[in-house]
């Protein structure tokens, strides 16, 4: 199912999370650019920042195969005119808009399916609704209720009185001799779905679900009883205060409603003329001993201020109001609401929210309740007679993770089913589904030792990927009878299966929806250092690399694509060892985690946090809407690529082993081969031409090559840094061109050969060779030294700072100078035609500065080791790169085995956080990240 959503603000956030949970793809458009920045690192969604109206960013959502469009802005206009556009331009079945004004949800014009709208939701009505709900069942608690079924969920604070506090479900089931249900437990910010012998605690919220009279009794023996209400006051005297308060002096109740709006205070006073409309702010001091608020039985605080609904509720219940009820909104406030004595808050948001999300999934469902924000919910489901969970048993019923059916009605009667019971067609089943990370029916674990355990899990299935890819260099050993590499990858593989293998088994029922983005770094550097340290043993055991620091070095240099080597005679490893070396290059190109995120539904989990901690550039591209089905895509074309040229490699007369050795270093952007003398050995015109050519779409943003191979061939010209990119490798190209003929090569097309073959190699940082570029006149190295500093696009397999960083800071440079002139003026920064936010020009001048200062603080460690500046400064430059040859003592054709064990250490660091943007490794190091 493919869903659009218009408007990320809480309510659109809060659906596309929910339907994000059940593998429904959603786009999200909003205008604000911060909110969308917001959105985009929590939720594995597109999100456009774009004005939904336009129908070019209506068709790049993919609305042409939209099945729901959902327009859930903060205007009412805005909501219906995008529905009228969607309705006339576009087939999709079903448009809903959020609207807020009466007038308009009221109209009978609206009734009529006016502009298309299938449904209009108004957050006013749907909220007032539950208020008006809660005060029916006494409004001591939050109250949910279902359409079918004759039992209701409220739930209970547990204080420091309660005699709640300290027993498990079996002690409070004999406690309190009454047929409930405890469905679920808020713990801090975790949804527990308990067993017989969890243990309420104090500060937790429980929820019990059971008929109306049954719970009404539990709340009794809790000491909650709940009286009748024979008055009650509303705070806020709004659209919301107003239905609720027609709803009040309907049951007889006296009213009191006050608002600080003298208008307001009019109109509500002309249109519920029995209620007494009192003109005053209820945080004046003297409002609550003037009106005699204290002898209310009920206070209601709906204004438009959280803080000042949650404050007024809670001093009215200090004060002797017996219960009181406050609109909220944010989460992080539900928690403080209870605690402060609030006895119900209700949510616009999740109001909403859930009646969009009943209407979205179909008519079986006939009602949706979102739990503490969205953390768990509780649905209402007719089962049909040719449902799969018809006729099976539920202990047989293979049900979502985190699960409970609370109660079943059948013929009338409600009741909750044992494990043999059999659902049969006509049933109506509330049940509860859980979505929060970190909970599970074993009981609770904290937030943060439930997300380390699933770094844990993830990391072991990256390894376990990892002794995946062994087997086919074992099976090359195996061919070519290579003792010593078969009982090498045999080994590995062998540690690999008991080690993470088992952990990966062992924790196979740990679930998590979404991991945090303080988790994704963590995972992301990890998985770069383990998965070096398991490549490194084949090299090490069998004995072609003998020293592990060398064998370490030269298994990150191939997973970061960095391509230095410590290897003096490459020619001597045997070929099973020189394929490993070069899949290495080939599994790190594209990203271990973006090949990890792809197939991650195996493990229950979402990427997003995973993919932006690995993401080689400033910004994520999503080309579709779910992050794992970006990553398949992703690594679909680069699996193309690599055939391509594998292909073409073998037509100029390259053997298999070597074509597949060379085509992984080329797409990678790594640099390891499998001769002495780099693709020079080969001297072929042509094989040079096709690795060039490769080297450059492999420094492309792969973004780019999607939209070009599914028709949208104007992005390439459209974009700033691609066309950069091109510019400078043709400028570089002609300028080394000019230098070489005549005085290197005496042919300028021989010049010209060896030219663009190298300034593709050391701009996209892959660092193959044809020749030694240090024999080369100056100013030709000067510009290979300063192509150093470039690298490929952002998305691209290439390393470096990235192209369109140095085209962003360029064009700030020229706006500063603009400043100069003009101070008053207003210059805005473009990308591609798009504004940049100051927030990524500044992230991008932070970037920039930390890495020279890593590459001066590299140079200086290697200068005191012993080594002169040129060598120093080039292989921190070359390794921070991901480059591989330098100049100096580390030039084409040389290596980094001059270096001592620590130094190579060190590049090593420099390799690895190169590779992931710095940022993502050095976080770690911070105090900040490791505090709770």
């Not at 605690?339 to 009602?367: C, H, M, W, Y």
């Not at 029922?509 to 990890?526: C, I």
């Not at 090949?595 to 999503?622: C, N």
């Not at 200068?863 to 002169?868: E, I, R, V, Y």
Request: proline share 3%; net charge neutral.
């Amino acid at each position: 199912m493919h869903i659009v959503i218009i408007g990320a603000g809480s309510i659109g956030t809060h659906i596309a999370s929910q339907l994000i949970s059940e593998n429904k793809d959603v786009v999200l458009i909003e205008k604000n650019p911060e909110r969308v920045k917001y959105v985009s690192a929590r939720l594995d969604c597109m999100v456009l920042n774009e004005d939904g109206t336009n129908i070019k960013t209506l068709k790049r959502a993919g609305i042409d195969k939209a099945d729901f469009f959902i327009s859930v802005t903060n205007s009412d206009e805005v909501n219906m005119i995008s529905s009228g556009v969607v309705s006339s331009e576009f087939n999709v079945p079903y448009k809903i808009a959020r609207v807020r004004s009466l007038d308009y949800s009221r109209s009978k014009v609206l009734g009529k399916s006016f502009l298309g709208i299938n449904y209009i939701v108004n957050p006013g009505i749907e909220t007032a609704h539950d208020i008006v709900e809660t005060v029916a069942y006494g409004a001591i608690s939050d109250v949910f209720t279902f359409e079918k079924s004759g039992i209701i969920m409220r739930n209970l604070f547990v204080d420091q009185w309660s005699s709640f506090k300290g027993k498990n479900l079996r002690e409070i089931r004999q406690t309190i001799d009454e047929d409930f249900l405890i469905a679920a437990i808020i713990r801090r910010s975790t949804v527990i779905i308990p067993s017989g012998t969890d243990e309420v605690l104090e500060n937790d919220t429980i929820y019990l679900a059971s008929s109306p009279q049954n719970l009404e009794r539990v709340f009794a023996k809790a000491g909650r009883p709940t009286g009748a209400i024979r008055n009650a006051v509303i705070v806020g005297g709004g659209t919301i205060g107003s239905l609720v308060a027609a709803d009040l002096l309907d049951r007889n109740i006296r009213l009191k409603i006050i608002d600080n709006d003298y208008e307001r205070c009019k109109l509500v006073t002309g249109r519920l003329s029995e209620a007494l409309v009192i003109h005053s702010d209820i945080s004046d001091e003297g409002i609550f001993e003037e009106e005699r608020l204290y002898e209310n039985d009920l206070m209601i605080a709906v204004t438009g201020s959280q803080e000042i609904n949650i404050l007024s509720a809670a001093y009215a219940k200090s004060i002797g109001v017996k219960r009181t009820i406050a609109i909220v909104t944010k989460q992080s406030y539900l928690s403080i609401s209870s605690e402060l004595g609030i006895d119900s808050t209700i949510s616009p948001k999740t109001s909403t929210a859930d009646a969009i999300l009943k209407f979205v999934r179909g008519r079986n469902i006939q009602s949706v309740h979102s739990i503490f924000d969205g953390r768990a919910e509780v649905i209402e489901i007719t089962v049909g007679d040719s449902s799969e969970a018809t006729g099976v048993p539920l202990k047989d019923l293979e049900m979502p993770a985190n699960s409970l059916i609370l109660s079943v009605n059948r013929d009338g009667d409600d009741f909750v089913p044992g494990g043999d019971f059999e659902i049969r067609g006509g049933g109506r089943c509330p049940g509860h589904h859980q979505e929060e990370v970190g909970a599970d029916h074993r009981g609770a674990l904290h937030e943060g030792a439930m997300n380390g355990l699933m770094v844990i899990r993830i990391i072991s299935f990256v390894m376990a990927v990892i002794g995946f890819f062994m087997i086919v260099p074992l099976c090359i050993a195996i061919g070519y009878r290579e003792v010593s590499s078969i009982k090498a990858f045999g080994i590995t593989i062998a540690v690999i299966a008991a080690g993470p293998g088992l952990l990966l088994f062992l924790l196979r029922g740990s679930k998590a929806k979404m991991l945090s983005t303080r988790d994704g770094y963590l995972f992301v550097a990890f998985s770069w250092v383990f998965a070096s340290i398991a490549g490194s043993l084949p090299f090490w055991l069998s004995g072609a690399i003998p020293v592990y620091t060398d064998a370490f070095f030269e298994t990150i240099s191939g997973f970061t694509t960095t391509g230095a080597s410590i290897l003096t005679n490459i020619e001597g490893l045997p070929r099973s060892m020189l394929f490993w070396r070069s899949l290495t290059h080939w599994l790190g190109g594209m990203g271990i985690v973006v090949l990890t995120v792809a197939i991650l539904p195996i493990l229950g989990i979402g990427g997003m946090q995973l993919i932006q901690a690995e993401a080689p550039g400033p910004t994520v591209d999503k080309i579709s809407p779910r992050i794992t089905e970006t990553a398949k895509k992703l690594w679909a074309i680069y699996i193309g690529f690599t055939v391509a040229e594998t292909l073409l490699l073998l037509l100029g007369g390259m053997d298999l082993f070597d074509a597949l050795t060379h085509t992984f270093g080329t797409l990678a952007t790594g640099g390891f081969s499998t001769r002495n003398a780099s693709v020079g050995a080969y001297n072929s015109p042509l094989i040079e031409g096709v690795i060039t050519v490769f080297m450059i779409l492999a420094g492309v943003n792969f973004s780019l090559h999607y939209r070009l191979l599914t028709g949208s061939g104007g992005s390439l010209l459209r974009d700033t840094e691609f066309r950069t990119y091109i510019v400078v490798f043709l400028g570089a190209t002609a300028i080394l061109t000019v230098s070489l003929a005549g005085r290197v090569y005496g042919h300028p097309g021989e010049a010209l050969r060896h030219a663009s073959f190298q300034c593709a190699s050391i701009l996209t940082t892959t660092g193959f060779a044809t020749a030694d570029f240090e024999r080369w006149p100056l100013v030709a190295q000067a510009v290979l030294f300063i192509l150093m500093f470039f690298g490929g696009c952002s998305g691209s397999t290439g390393g470096g700072i990235k192209i369109i960083r140095l085209v962003t800071l360029f064009k700030q440079a020229l706006n500063e100078m603009k400043y100069l002139l003009h101070p008053r003026g207003i210059f805005t920064l473009r990308i591609s035609g798009s504004p940049i936010k100051k927030d990524v020009a500044y992230a991008i001048s932070g970037f920039f500065f930390l890495y020279i200062f890593i590459i001066l603080a590299v140079t200086l460690v290697v200068a005191l080791s012993g080594h002169d500046i040129l060598t120093s400064l080039s292989a921190a430059l070359a390794t921070l790169g991901n480059i591989g040859p330098g100049f100096g003592l580390v030039g084409p054709t040389e290596n980094y085995s001059i270096f001592s064990g620590f130094v190579k250490w060190l590049l090593c660091f420099a390799m690895l956080i190169g590779r992931l943007e710095l940022y993502t490794v050095l976080v770690l190091f911070t105090p900040t990240f490791w505090r709770r």
